[in-house]
């Protein structure tokens, strides 16, 4: 007998940031999946050539390139005749709001993606959350607007989606710990004084995971672990205290969860987004995907250690911001795309990224309740003072 036809209609999905390494990967489990996941939209910022290749394999209805220079730029007769080409925020916005998207791929980096986070939840729509910087800067207004719009956050983070799995059937007062896993970065091992003169290159050169720049240095700085603690914040409504972080070199375990009566749940797969990518479109659903699997046979020791807080100092600021809350997390966030940007640039030292970011905590005017616009206005004068530090 002919197997009988899946009577579920695809989930219809738009990509923020498709031409990022999170954007490749959506658009790789989407390929894999088209009966289940069908993209609707596609935008990327300035990258018009690369869009407009994705859409003539995937045929979207929309395509956004936000860049308002690019989009004068770019090549019409290089899109499929039936994809409609906007430009700018205001496109990003009337993608991520459009009446037939089921569930929008938040995977710009930075805080660039918070405006079409935001306005995908003020919809309604389901958002798969890659874009953690969002929940940094206004991690309690994104949560609180997702729940007022019925809107589902589920996250693509790697460690996050451990966690979200291990958490099925359970809610945050059962669990006692959360124990983010990272690989340690480039640089694991290292002393301060042997970091003194990182170059660009080597902290580009990450050991397990193949991601964008900004989180690349970012996981060699730890600010990116430092980063997910403020996201796992924000996400299952944890106080500090009750997340730690441990290093894992092997990036085969995601993270673990802790529970009341002591049992511990982690959630292991080989280091390939597409599986969190997956699981957050597809939720609560498993199917056969395009995801590594797990080679038992070669899978000779997982290792744990703890992190040199001492040697890289970010990790610290994730615990402080997740602990104050207020403007902290903005604050943090420019102040890091900043500095990133520098020591990219070469204009400051691989050290100083975390050392400007402490400066600029330190310089700014806390606020325990901000409203959105002060956190905007304050990630504005935050780059400005990273940018002069
Ligand atoms: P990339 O740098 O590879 O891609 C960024 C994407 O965002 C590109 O499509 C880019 O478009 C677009 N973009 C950049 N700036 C803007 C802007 N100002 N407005 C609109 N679009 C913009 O990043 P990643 O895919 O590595 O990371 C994306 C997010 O996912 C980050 O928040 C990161 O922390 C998170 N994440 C990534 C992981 C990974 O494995 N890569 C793992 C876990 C989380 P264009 O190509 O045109 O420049
Ligand atoms: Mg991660």
Not at 273 to 278: D, E, N, Y
Request: with cysteine; net charge neutral.
């Amino acid at each position: 007998m002919p197997p009988a036809p899946n009577p579920r209609t695809p989930k219809r999905v738009a990509v923020l940031g498709s031409t990022g390494s999170i954007g490749v990967s959506t658009l790789d489990v989407a390929r894999h999946l088209p009966d289940r996941l069908r993209i609707v939209g596609l935008a990327a910022h300035s990258n018009w050539d690369q869009l407009a290749g994705q859409c003539r394999e995937f045929r979207p209805r929309y395509a956004v390139v936000c860049d308002p220079a690019a989009f004068q730029a770019a090549d019409r007769s290089a899109f499929p005749r039936e994809t409609e080409l906007l430009g700018g925020p205001d496109g990003v916005e009337k993608l991520a709001t459009a009446a037939d998207v089921d569930v929008v791929v938040s995977a710009v980096v930075g805080a660039a993606g918070l405006r079409g986070t935001w306005a995908a939840l003020e919809a309604g729509k389901d958002v798969a959350l890659a874009n953690k910087e969002t929940l940094v800067v206004a991690g309690p207004l994104v949560t609180g607007l997702a729940a007022r719009r019925g809107a589902r956050l589920l996250p693509v983070d790697s460690e996050h989606s451990a966690v979200f799995q291990a958490l099925t059937g359970y809610t945050a007062a059962d669990v006692t710990r959360v124990v983010l896993t990272g690989s340690g970065g480039p640089f694991r091992g290292k002393t301060a004084a042997e970091l003194e003169q990182a170059t660009p290159e080597q902290a580009l050169r990450h050991p397990t995971w193949k991601m964008g720049p900004k989180i690349t240095i970012d996981s060699a700085t730890l600010m990116n672990k430092a980063l997910e603690v403020i996201e796992a914040r924000w996400l299952f409504d944890l106080r500090a205290e009750q997340i730690d972080v441990i290093v894992h070199p092997e990036s085969v375990v995601h993270s673990f969860v802790e529970f009341a009566d002591g049992s511990v749940l982690g959630q292991l797969s080989p280091p390939d987004m597409r599986l969190p990518i997956q699981y957050a479109l597809l939720y609560p659903e498993r199917v056969p995907g395009p995801a590594k699997r797990l080679d038992w046979s070669a899978l000779s020791g997982l290792r744990f250690e703890p992190p040199d807080r001492t040697t890289f100092r970010a990790l610290d600021l994730g615990f402080e911001v997740a602990r104050r809350g207020g403007t902290t997390g903005a604050v943090l966030n420019a102040a890091n795309e900043e500095a990133v940007g520098r020591f990219l640039g070469g204009t400051l030292p691989f050290l100083g990224i975390a050392r400007c970011c402490r400066a600029v905590l330190d310089a700014h005017d806390f606020d325990p309740a901000p409203t959105l616009d002060r956190l905007l206005a304050l990630d504005r004068w935050a780059r400005a003072e990273a940018a002069r530090y």
